[in-house]
């Protein structure tokens, strides 16, 4: 199974928006929770959002309106729309699936079995 592809990364001024996408065409289940995650050198992996095959959708809660997950589905594409974007989000954004509905731990990392290989958000002051 081919690892999903996150595109749509970039350098950005503060302020600015950017909508990362995560190309899923070869995971086919039909029931997954998929994540978006990211982290920068020398920390660990950090959740950001998540949605699941029901459409629900997961942020965590600190300054969770500056995300927005969607999926188009017969794409089988995942987006992460980040807006007012800040220096601190600065990071390599992933994109990962689960063949499972999202549960309360979905912000976990070990949830997760199929990662992409990221995509370099970087923001300027």
């Known amino acids: 199974q081919a690892r999903p592809v996150e595109s749509g990364g970039g350098s950005v001024q503060t302020g600015g928006s950017l909508r990362l996408s995560c190309d899923a065409s070869?995971?086919?289940?039909?029931?997954?929770?998929r994540g978006w995650f990211r982290q920068t050198p020398g920390k660990e992996r950090e959740a950001v959002a998540a949605i699941n095959s029901r459409g629900s959708t997961s942020y965590l809660d600190s300054d969770y309106s500056r995300f927005v997950i969607s999926q188009d589905n017969p794409k089988n594409t995942v987006y992460l729309q980040i807006n007012r974007l800040k220096p601190e989000d600065t990071a390599m954004y992933y994109c990962?699936?689960?063949?499972?509905?999202?549960?309360?731990?979905?912000?976990?990392?070990?949830?997760?079995?199929?990662w992409g290989q990221g995509t370099q958000v970087t923001v300027s002051s």
């Open positions: 990962a699936a689960a063949p499972h509905y999202c549960s309360d731990s979905w912000y976990y990392p070990d949830e997760y079995h199929y």
């Open positions: 070869e995971y086919t289940k039909a029931v997954y929770c």
